[in-house]
């Protein structure tokens, strides 16, 4: 059972780092089970057909956010940390998994059904927290009132957007060396990050009452 059980992960833990490298469409059996040493069979054995398999994979890589999110969102008692909470921990995620939530979205364009599959079954998971959070806020009067999505949009494109473009176009030369560099260092910086979710929770901000 051990040794199933090993060969289980060996699988799941190659097909992770193939899938950041090049994405899911250039995921292959063949190519998956020759680099983790395995044998198909081995790999029929434990998840039957590549779809199954890509399932897993994504919902295992996917899953511990989401309940980490679902865990911290609990301990915090109002509405605008606990948004701050939740930005925090998702933006994290971006900046680690970045290359691979970007080769995902291409896949998923591309008509690779196991990026969809896996992306329709997201709206009820972190979407969801994020527009909770934001409707308390409003409602706490902490945020100016209007449509969550659109309010969930502008904060993540503000916030979010930069590092997946910044993985996107790592290593293709499209920008000047210096103007490249400085791109980098403000999508993906800790410190310019923060500062980019305070600016943008400012500007959310209830207007102050003309005098």
């Known amino acids: 059972m051990k040794l199933n059980n090993a060969t289980r992960q060996q699988l799941l833990d190659c097909g992770l780092a193939m899938a950041k490298e090049a994405g899911l469409r250039a995921l292959t059996v063949r190519g998956l089970c020759q ?38 969102l609990q301990q915090q008692a109002s509405a605008l940390p606990r948004l701050q909470t939740l930005l925090r921990q998702l933006l994290a995620f971006v900046v680690e998994h970045g290359e691979l939530i970007a080769h995902m979205l291409l896949d998923a364009a591309a008509g690779e059904t196991a990026a969809q599959g896996f992306l329709s079954t997201l709206a009820p998971r972190h979407p969801k927290l994020l527009l909770q959070s934001i409707a308390d806020a409003q409602q706490a009067g902490e945020l100016e009132r209007g449509d969550p999505l659109h309010q969930a949009l502008f904060l993540m494109s503000a916030l979010g957007l930069p590092a997946l473009a910044q993985h996107i176009i790592a ?20 410190r310019h990050i923060e500062q980019r979710l305070q600016w943008a929770l400012r500007g959310l901000r209830p207007l102050e009452p003309q005098p």
């Open 35 to 72: 680099r983790a040493g395995v044998n198909p069979g081995s790999f029929v054995y434990h998840f039957g057909s590549r779809d199954r398999y890509l399932a897993e994979l994504l919902e295992n890589w996917y899953a511990p956010l989401f309940r980490h999110m679902q865990s911290q």
């Open 171 to 190: 290593g293709k030369p499209l920008l000047p060396g210096l103007i490249q560099q400085a791109f980098n260092t403000y999508a993906i910086d800790p």
